[in-house]
C-alpha cells in the first residue's frame, strides 16, 4: 500500500527555476521545483521582495522544468518533466490561483529510471516542439500547436532514441523558424560495453549531436554528429533568428567552446581562475549554471563556476558574415553557487543557492563600464594556460531579498533549552563559511509588512473588505476613546480619510455589508457607507447613546443606554431598515452576539445577548415568528 503524505514545512531547497508571464499580466514570474512542490514566486516591483503566489504539491520528483511561448502568444506556459512516467503542461490561472493542467501524455513507467524520458527537457525557443529525454537511449519529441479554437495541441510522440547513449545535456537550437532542432551531449558506450580489455572506453568520445524536427515529413532525424576533444558538463544555447549567432556552447573542464553549423569554426576559451587560489590548482574547472540575457540589440550569458564566481561571456561576430570570431568573459561579482539561476527582464538575478539561503540580485551595473580585465578567445595561451582574476565583493549586483534555505541539514538536535515547554529544533546547516545553526520552533511564522507610528492608545481595531469578492481586506480600522483612525491596505499602509468613515468619534463595530457596502457602528448612531461613497446615517434618539452592538453581512442589532434593543436588516435593493419592534431588556446589556448568514438564507434569525444580571437572553430575529421576541433566558 503506497499513501500520499505532506509534510508539516515544505522543503526550502531549490532545485530548478525558470522565469517567465505565466499569468498574462505584464508581471515577470519565477517558477520554482522543490522537490515535491511546484511553486510560482512574484517580485514586488517596487519594494523587490519576492512574494510565493501559489504553491503546489505534486506527489512526485520534479526532474525538469521549461517554460515556452506559442509564436504569437501572450502567456507562458509550464512544462514539467517528472518521475511519473508523463509529460505535463500547466497554465497558471490567475482568476483561481491554480495550475490548470492543459495536457498530460504517458509515455512510460513511473519511477527515476535511467530509459524512461523526464530527467532532460529541450524547447525549440520559438515554442514549436519540446524534446523530453532519459539520461539513457529513450528520447521523444512532441509537437506543439493550436487548434481553431486556439486552444494549445500536443501531437503525439516522435522517437529519437539510440541505444547505448548516454545524455549528458540537452537544449534547444535558435534556429529562427527553420524545422526546430536540439543539441545533445551523448557518450556511445556500446564497443566499451563489448571491450573486455578496457582499451576502447579509453578511447570513447563524447559526441555533441544535433536532432532536426522534419515539420514536412513529421519525424526526428540525427543531421549532424561530432566527436568532442573534451568531455563537457552543460550545454548553453545561444540566441539565433535575427538575435543572434545561434549554436551552442559546450562548457566542459577548463575551457567552454563555441560551436555551430556550416562554416563557423569552433571557438575555444580557457575559463579564467583565481589569482592565488587555494583550491589544488591540478583540479579542472567547471561551469555549473547559466542564465541568459537577451533583447532586440544585444544579449549576454551569465555563467558561474563551481566556486561561485560568475563571468558575463559574450560573442563577437563578423559584420559581414553572421559567424563568430571570439569569446569574450569578464568577471561579473561571485555569489553563492546556484543550482540555477535566471535573469529576469526587469533587471533582476534570481539565484537558487545549493547551499544556505536563496538570493534575490538587482543588476545595478552590465559591468561594461569598469576596469576588470576582459578575457578573450583571441588571445594566445599555451596549452594548458588560462586566465587570472581577482575576486572581490559585489560591485555589480544589489542584494535585494533572501529566502530561507535550511538545505543541507547536517545534524539534528530536539531540546527544550528555553523552557517553552514545546521542545525546539537546533539544526546545523550548511557548508563551509555559509554555515549556520538555526532554531525551528511550531507555529506559523508571521511576517511584519509595515510599521504606522499611531497618534494614542486605541481600544479596538478591525480589518475589513471594500466588496464580499475581495480576496484581501481593504482597510485597517482602529478606534480610540473620542475618534476612529481608518488606515489604507496597499503597497504601504497610511491613513485615509475619504472612505465615509466618521472620525470624531469612537467606533463599535464596523464591518463589510451586502456584496459592496460597509457599516460603522459609533455611540451616536450607524453610517451604511455604499459603494459610491453616499452615506445613510441613523442616529440614536433623543439623550440615548449605543452601548453594545453586534453585526453581521446583513443585519445589525444595537443596544442603547437604558436596555433597549434596535434591528436592522438589509433588504434586497441593499437599504439598511430598522424594524419597528423594539425590545425592552430588564438590566443593562454587556455583551451581544450575532452568527453568520447561513447559506441559501436572508438572515440570522437568533440574536444572544448577555445581561448585567447574569443572564443570557436568546432573541428571535425572524419576522414569521415575531422579530425581537424572547424565545429562552439561561442564568448563570
Request: aromatic share 8%; charged share 25%.
Amino acid at each position: 500500500m503506497y499513501l500520499y503524505n505532506l509534510t508539516l514545512q515544505k522543503a526550502s531547497n531549490i532545485t530548478h527555476v525558470v522565469h517567465g508571464n505565466f499569468s498574462g499580466a505584464k508581471y515577470q514570474e519565477i517558477a520554482v521545483g522543490r522537490g515535491k512542490v511546484l511553486e510560482l514566486l512574484r517580485p514586488d516591483p517596487n519594494s523587490g521582495k519576492v512574494q510565493p503566489v501559489l504553491s503546489v504539491e505534486v506527489f512526485g520528483v520534479i526532474r525538469s522544468l521549461l517554460p515556452f511561448r506559442l509564436t504569437g502568444g501572450t502567456k507562458d506556459y509550464l512544462i514539467v518533466g517528472s518521475d511519473s512516467g508523463r509529460i505535463v503542461i500547466l497554465e497558471y490561472n490567475s482568476a483561481k490561483n491554480v495550475f490548470d493542467k492543459v495536457h498530460q501524455e504517458t509515455f512510460g513507467k513511473s519511477g527515476c529510471r535511467r530509459i524512461v524520458p523526464g530527467q532532460y527537457l529541450a524547447i525549440d525557443p520559438k515554442g514549436r516542439a519540446v524534446m523530453i529525454g532519459a539520461v539513457e537511449k529513450q528520447k521523444f519529441v512532441y509537437i506543439l500547436n493550436r487548434d481553431s479554437a486556439a486552444r494549445l495541441t500536443i501531437s503525439s510522440p516522435l522517437e529519437a532514441h539510440k541505444s547505448h547513449t548516454i545524455v549528458y545535456s540537452m537544449v534547444g537550437v535558435d534556429v529562427g523558424f527553420e524545422n526546430p532542432m536540439f543539441a545533445c551531449l551523448e557518450l556511445d558506450y556500446e564497443e566499451a560495453d563489448n571491450d573486455p580489455s578496457g582499451d576502447a572506453a579509453q578511447a570513447t568520445q563524447q559526441t555533441l549531436t544535433f536532432y532536426e524536427l522534419d515539420l514536412g515529413l513529421n519525424h526526428v532525424v540525427r543531421k549532424y554528429s561530432e566527436p568532442l576533444e573534451d568531455y563537457g558538463s552543460l550545454l548553453i544555447q545561444v540566441p539565433g533568428g535575427g538575435e543572434g549567432p545561434s549554436g551552442v556552447l559546450i562548457c566542459s573542464e577548463n575551457y567552454i567552446t563555441y560551436k555551430n553549423f556550416g562554416e563557423q569554426e569552433d571557438i575555444r576559451c580557457p575559463i579564467p581562475r583565481r589569482r592565488n587560489d587555494l583550491d589544488d590548482p591540478e583540479r579542472g574547472m567547471l561551469f555549473v549554471c547559466s542564465a541568459t540575457h537577451k533583447t532586440k540589440s544585444m544579449f549576454f550569458i551569465l555563467a558561474q563556476t563551481e566556486q561561485g564566481d560568475i563571468f558575463k561571456i559574450t560573442l563577437e561576430t563578423s559584420k559581414e558574415e553572421d559567424v563568430v570570431s571570439e569569446i569574450r568573459l569578464k568577471y561579473f561579482d561571485t555569489v553563492p553557487v546556484a543550482s540555477a539561476m535566471c535573469v529576469l527582464r526587469t533587471g533582476f538575478l534570481f539565484v537558487a543557492s545549493e547551499f544556505g539561503n536563496h538570493a534575490f540580485y538587482q543588476i545595478a551595473h552590465l559591468g561594461d563600464d569598469d576596469d576588470e580585465v576582459e578575457f578573450s578567445s583571441a588571445i594566445a595561451l599555451e596549452e594548458g594556460e588560462t586566465f587570472h582574476f581577482a575576486p572581490r565583493g559585489l560591485k555589480n549586483l544589489v542584494l535585494v531579498d533572501e529566502i530561507e534555505n535550511l538545505s543541507p541539514i547536517m545534524a539534528c538536535q530536539i531540546a527544550d533549552l528555553t523552557n517553552e515547554d514545546t521542545p525546539q529544533l537546533y539544526v546545523a546547516c550548511g557548508r563551509g563559511p555559509r554555515s549556520s545553526l538555526r532554531v525551528l520552533r511550531h507555529g506559523l511564522e508571521v511576517s511584519e509588512m509595515a510599521i504606522s507610528e499611531l497618534p494614542g492608545h486605541p481600544n479596538a481595531v478591525w480589518t475589513v473588505k471594500q466588496t464580499a469578492h475581495d480576496d484581501y481586506d481593504a482597510y485597517i480600522v482602529v478606534s480610540f476613546v473620542n475618534a476612529t483612525l481608518v488606515l489604507s491596505i496597499g503597497e504601504t499602509v497610511e491613513e485615509v480619510t475619504d472612505t465615509g468613515f466618521l472620525g470624531t468619534a469612537p467606533t463599535l463595530s464596523c464591518s463589510q455589508l451586502g456584496d459592496d457596502a460597509l457599516v460603522q457602528v459609533y455611540p451616536g448612531g450607524i453610517r451604511h457607507i455604499r459603494s459610491d461613497r453616499r452615506v445613510n446615517e441613523w442616529k440614536a434618539p433623543g439623550r440615548k447613546s449605543i452601548v453594545k452592538c453586534a453585526v453581521n453581512e446583513r443585519q445589525v442589532v444595537i443596544a442603547m443606554s437604558g436596555g433597549e434593543l434596535v434591528y436592522f436588516e438589509m433588504d434586497m435593493a441593499g437599504q439598511l431598515n430598522e424594524y419597528t419592534e423594539r425590545k425592552e431588556m430588564s438590566a443593562d446589556v454587556v455583551c451581544m452576539g450575532l452568527g453568520r448568514v447561513p447559506s441559501g438564507e436572508q438572515r440570522c434569525r437568533f440574536v444572544a445577548v448577555g445581561l448585567s444580571d447574569n443572564t443570557v437572553r436568546i432573541i428571535s430575529l425572524d419576522p414569521s415568528v415575531r422579530t425581537c421576541r424572547l424565545l429562552f433566558m439561561e442564568s448563570l
